[in-house]
């Protein structure tokens, strides 16, 4: 039976760690179990996907939720809410649906502070089958060659015959994501390494081609893709380079003096990727990179030490639910959750009755904080400066980001308002400014703030994207997410330190908000290129906009947005916009017009927060019955499509925006719509 660790590093001497594993999550196989309810549990929750996954494609982590209800002891005494067609939302209906969803949330928390989760999606990192004998680019794409050609060679390693598998077997200018992608990649093809060719191998030569794999021409197949996976179209600039690059280059490279240049690359790229082993803990920036970099270690020395420090963080990346064994987008997305968990609780205004939990996860902040630079002239490593930034994930990954520091110091100075018996000691001041000066050399000069980087280069090196499935890799971007948390944490330190370098802050804004402005679409919605998707970026667009100081009644662009999100409003109320809208960039209804809990609440704070309630808080009212009414029983609002999205065309799961977000509305909408609270 399989069981989650949490921040536990199981007394393996090649695990390294900054603070002692904190939100490492880890599932291991416990052979001796002896829980035949548990065990029973498990079965009947796979067996449930099992029979609905061409349905419903996305887990709803039941194996994590089976394990923690074991251990805590979980009851729930608080009366279901359904509110019927005629019936109003009444204050005390909202604060009930609040306080049972903030309590079973609660019981999801790990002892750490953080809300361990599904952080999968991308089905060629591992796989899902579609109905149709394929397997799409993620868990609710249709069928790719990418997707299928991988997945049907994992399951052939895995021990799958031809035939078996229930039907499955039948049918340092570029951003960073890029840039360690690549590094081992060229390592790689640059060694020329080629495993050992084992039956399995000459059987899957025969079983993946047409033709005979001795006689496939490889010059003219270098630039076919198949039509479903072409989602970026090589120009025909880069047919040429890559086909001069191996005519002519590549004869020049392999032999003598051209390889002494090659060599002495190769190992100016191994140390680059020793550079990103160490200073991630052997976890690495991703799970591509991190299984590339593990290669490259063993290509260089199968015995070294840095090989054998890369095996136990495979770990870091593998997840288990019902669905199976996943390989996640990355080791997780603790830190992200927490900081967004931390807000929406905040929202709800039930402080005294959420104590023990923002505690924890005000714990969880501290021990997060990334508090030094990475070693070396950063020049050199092409690194950004990392001191007082929040990561995605854990602090042991360590990688700096603009949107995550600040969405980690929004989340400590709204914990510093609070009394520290209540939530603990607040992160120090210094530690504050650090975070500040993080987050403020991110900006560009734009106004913009990109992710990990500053934006290094141009647009047009996007015309050697060689990636026919992804759009925008090639450069760090300025995105909206990460321009308008940048401007909401820096307004709100503002508030709590106004003399802090009051000129850089306001400045940093006034540019910023600028910018948000200038990237409005015409309809007056933001792409959203992190989460799907216009529901999403104009929820970001607002809240940076009116942290800038603008409102309804001042800013066109604010106005423009509330009309389009009243103008995409179901008609029983609420919001449901389905993945489509990120790849076609087009906003597009879930299939049936059927109501999102994310989207719904992602609309939701963003009409409060341009002041729909002073204009007309029907659609208010309506949005929270629809929130309520899609609560089940034991508080928690259901697992629905999936919501995360990167390079507009691959989705990813965020597990916990299924509570935090419906909780964060329905908080803003109790305190500022209804007046809770208020005397």
Known sequence: MWRLKIADGGGDPWLRTRNAHVGRQVWEFDAGADDPDALA????????????????????DRLMRIQFAKEKSLKFDLPAIKLEENEDVTEEAVSTSLKKAISRFSSLQAHDGHWPGDYGGPMFLMPGLNDDGGWGLHIEGPSTMFGSALTYVSLRILGEGPDSGDGAMEKGRMWCHCRMVYLPMCYIYGKRFVGRITPLILELRNELYKTPYSEIDWDSARNLCAKEDLYYPHPLIQDILWATLHKFVEPVMTHWPGNKLREKALNHVMQHVHYEDENTRYICIGPVNKVLNMLACWIEDPNSEAFKLHIPRIHDYLWIAEDGMKMQGYNGSQLWDTAFAVQAIAATGLIDESASTLKLAHNYI????????????????????????????????????????????????????????????????????????????????????ATYELTRSYAWLELINPAETFGDIVI??????????????????????????????????????????????SDGSWYGSWAVCFTYGTWFGVKALVAAGRTF???????????????????????????????DQVYTNLEGKRAHAVNTGWAMLTLIDAGQAERDPTPLHRAAKVLINLQSEDGEFPQQEIMGVFNKNCMISYSQYRDIFPVWALGEYRCRVLGAGKK
Request: glycine share 6%; charged share 25%; aromatic share 10%.
């Open 553 to 583: 009644k001042s800013s066109p662009a604010i106005r423009k947005a509330c009309d389009f999100l009243m103008s995409k409003e179901l008609s029983f109320g609420g919001w449901g916009e389905s993945y489509l809208s990120c790849q």
């Open 476 to 521: 760090d971007y300025p995105y909206v997410e990460c321009t308008s948390a940048a401007i909401q944490a820096l307004a709100s330190f503002k508030k709590l330190y106004p003399g802090h370098r009051r000129k850089d802050v306001d400045n940093c804004i006034n540019k910023a908000a600028n910018y948000i402005e200038s990237i409005q679409r």
């Open 41 to 60: 549990a498990v079965e009947a929750a796979r067996r449930e996907f099992a029979a609905g996954r061409h349905r419903l494609k996305h887990s709803a």
């Open 366 to 449: 501290k021990n997060s904080q990334v508090l030094d630079d990475c070693p070396g002239d950063l020049s050199y490593w092409y690194r950004h400066i990392s001191k007082g930034a929040w990561p995605f994930s854990t602090a042991d990954h360590g990688w700096p980001i603009s949107d995550c520091t600040a969405e980690g110091l929004k989340a400590a100075l709204l914990l510093s308002k609070i009394s520290p018996e209540i939530v603990g000691e607040p992160v120090e001041v210094n530690r504050l400014y650090d975070a500040v000066n993080c987050l403020m050399s991110y900006m560009n000069d734009n106004g913009g703030f």
